[in-house]
Nanobody
Framework: QVQLVESGGGLVQAGGSLRLSCAASGRTFSNYGMGWFRQAPGKERDFVAFITSSGGFTYYADSVKGRFAMSRDNAKNTVYLQMNSLKPEDTAVYYC???????????????????WGQGTQVSVSS
């Protein structure tokens, strides 16, 4: 079992930045690939970013590529999402998730993930 707790959300103006954190506890964190997803009201949960267990590879949704950066610190059992140049369309609840199946090419699919956090709200005003 892995417990995930997100933090760092808030209200920011367009063009601003936020850094989300996801702290993990439970089983060996360094065994898991980690993802960030987001869900806006009335919409499906969408893939944002993924990082492999070692941190050696990252993948991003086209909508955030060049603006967001995902990283992890296995010594601190924490993953991060640095979000720059935020836009109103980035407004959503952001979730981190953990998967043992990090070598799957379906890292963008919520079904791949075994554990989820409770989410943190990000609101971007225009």
């Amino acid at each position: 079992q892995v417990q995930l707790v997100e933090s760092g959300g808030g209200l920011v103006q367009a063009g601003g930045s936020l850094r989300l954190s996801c702290a993990a506890s439970g089983r060996t964190f360094s065994n898991y690939g980690m993802g960030w997803f987001r869900q806006a009201p009335g919409k499906e949960r969408d893939f944002v970013a993924f990082i492999t267990s070692s941190g050696g590879f990252t993948y991003y949704a086209d909508s955030v590529k060049g603006r967001f950066a995902m990283s992890r610190d296995n010594a601190k059992n924490t993953v991060y999402l640095q979000m720059n140049s935020l836009k109103p369309e980035d407004t959503a609840v952001y979730y981190c998730a953990a998967t043992m199946n990090q070598y799957s090419n379906r890292y963008y699919s919520p079904q791949l993930y075994n554990y989820w956090g409770q989410g943190t709200q990000v609101s971007v005003s225009s």
